[in-house]
């Protein structure tokens, strides 16, 4: 895949059936180490982007800040790139449409739009929430590029009411947005087998979870598709899983004077070869 709308007619036809994992880059090396690997896309993540910037998760970058993070990925990476968008940078539908314009400018071939406000960690009231999906659905429409908005709901994360009313008002937001045209919604919270498999009934249409969250495991790849998920994300984890390791490495050199933690390392002449060759 060579152009934009090639990649993005890929990337349309991944969410049609089937079950695949989208991993999560930070920055152009953790984007190369995923297609070495052999993964057919990626996406970034705005809290790992966000994190080796140094500044806190939740827009803290802004618009253009995380938009240039993605262009550099996206420009230099031969597969489909998703960018993680937050909430837009902005409560109204014309900031979504302005983000999504600016992802496909900077090459990007779907994103995220959540439908919590950052600054409150509450909601946006539903049919707010609704009008920016399909205003940023729209100007996506109008750029001719297959884009896929996957449309992030957060009734879990915001702690929205009982586990039963985080349910409903998920489905009844996800339909929504499937209704507003978009390729993909994405419901993050949920990590049981029970819960994840009523959920992607009740939808209807792409269902996104997380492969883990908060320091855990998701399930397993094979049973996720079993249970009807389409698309299974890593958001944030790859990379604090990689923190992780550097912190135990330290803690183990501080407690031991050794150094094994090098061994299995990444050799420079690898890595300068892989830069290289993007």
């Known amino acids: 895949m060579t152009t934009q709308q090639e990649k993005a007619e890929a990337f349309a036809k991944m969410h049609e059936q089937g079950c695949f994992v989208l991993a999560n880059a930070w920055d152009l090396p953790s984007a190369v180490l995923i297609v070495e690997a052999g993964y057919p896309c990626l996406a970034t993540s705005s809290a790992a982007v966000a994190f080796v910037q140094g500044v806190p998760d939740g827009e803290k970058m802004g618009r253009q800040g995380m938009l240039r993070v993605v262009y550099e990925i996206a420009r230099r990476t031969p597969v489909p790139v998703s960018a993680d968008l937050e909430a ?63 449309a992030r709901t957060d009734p879990y994360l915001t702690k929205f009411g009982t586990p039963q009313q985080c349910f409903d008002e998920s489905v009844r937001r996800a339909k929504a947005f499937l209704a507003a045209g978009v390729r993909s919604v ?90 290289d060759k993007y």
């Open 186 to 275: 994405f419901v993050p919270g949920i990590g049981d087998a029970e819960t994840i498999g009523k959920m992607a009934a009740a939808v209807g249409g792409p269902l996104n979870v997380l492969g883990g969250f908060m320091g855990k495991a998701g399930l397993p790849l094979d049973e996720l598709r079993k249970l009807g998920v389409r698309r299974v994300s890593l958001g944030g984890s790859l990379m604090l899983a990689t923190y992780a390791a550097t912190k135990r490495a330290l803690a183990y050199i501080a407690a031991t004077g050794t150094f094994t933690y090098a061994n299995g390392a990444i050799p420079n002449g690898e890595m300068n070869k892989l830069m």
């Open 88 to 150: 837009g940078y902005g409560p109204s539908p014309e900031a979504v449409a302005a983000t999504v314009r600016g992802a496909i400018a900077a090459g990007a071939v779907g994103c995220n739009i959540e439908d919590a406000d950052p600054s409150t960690h509450k909601l946006f009231d539903f049919d707010l929430a609704v009008a920016r999906i399909k205003v940023g659905q729209a100007a996506a429409d109008a750029s001719g590029v297959k884009f896929v908005l996957n």
